[in-house]
């Protein structure tokens, strides 16, 4: 089973401040490698897929990065509806997957 | 638009059966994988169960295998999650989800609301 394992828990920043997630596989996934946003009471929305594609309607500000084992989720200038907490979710074998377990980004 | 409408909140006792469904619309149902992803309460998310909905082939998580059967209702576009013996430990919510068919990368990429599940004597 493939561990998926997310960096930091918690993040504390400002408005205006760029944010830097991380996302580690326990073995080589290549690049696929899903980001989601969760806001409180909603449901995940997908950001990125196939580790750097973004997904329809989603802001530049977010961009996702990596390759192999490590993976990095950015956001280049946190804006107020931004402050929620992000998954990390891998495909690599055929109909398995396995999440992060989250980091939230929290305002400083 | 694709929309993928859950049933509402249940509140069952510890032993209890119970079936919740997901509605699929805005997309031809039968093509997509569709199935369940459960989130605890302290926020982590495990995927249960996928079905094919063109010939109802099936894949369960090894941690829920047995505990739990995916089905789905072609006619309706309608998947099912079903419990025969319900647990305190199944209290959660239930997200339903469906697969991209972008050739090469298979990930979730639709949402239902979500189901709120409590168990509780």
């Known amino acids: 089973e493939i561990v998926m394992t997310q960096s930091p828990a918690t993040l504390s920043a400002s408005p205006g401040e760029r944010a830097t997630l991380s996302c580690r596989a326990s073995q080589s996934i290549t690049n696929n490698l899903a980001w989601y946003q969760q806001k409180p009471g909603q449901a995940p929305r997908l950001l990125i897929f196939?580790?750097?594609s973004r997904a329809t309607g989603i802001p530049v500000r977010f961009s996702g990065s990596g390759s192999g084992t490590e993976f990095t989720l950015t956001i280049s200038s946190l804006q107020s509806e931004d402050f929620a907490v992000y998954y990390c979710l891998q495909y690599n074998n055929w109909l398995t997957w396995t999440f992060g377990q989250g980091t939230k980004v929290e305002i400083k | 638009e694709v929309q993928l409408v859950q049933s509402g909140a249940e509140v069952k006792k510890p032993g209890e059966s119970l079936k919740i469904s997901c509605k699929g619309s805005?997309?031809?149902?039968?093509?997509?994988?569709i199935g369940w992803v459960r989130q605890m309460p302290g926020g982590d998310l495990d995927w249960m169960a996928v079905i094919y909905p063109g010939d109802s082939t099936t894949r369960y998580s090894p941690s829920f295998q047995g505990h739990v059967t995916i089905s789905v209702d072609r006619s309706d576009s309608t998947a099912y999650l079903q419990w025969s013996s319900l647990k305190a430990s199944d209290t959660a919510f239930y997200y339903c989800v469906r697969r991209t068919g972008v050739a090469a990368s298979f990930h979730f990429d639709h949402w239902g609301q979500g189901t709120l599940v409590t168990v509780s004597s």
């Open positions: 805005g997309y031809n149902f039968i093509y997509y994988w």
């Open positions: 196939g580790a750097s």
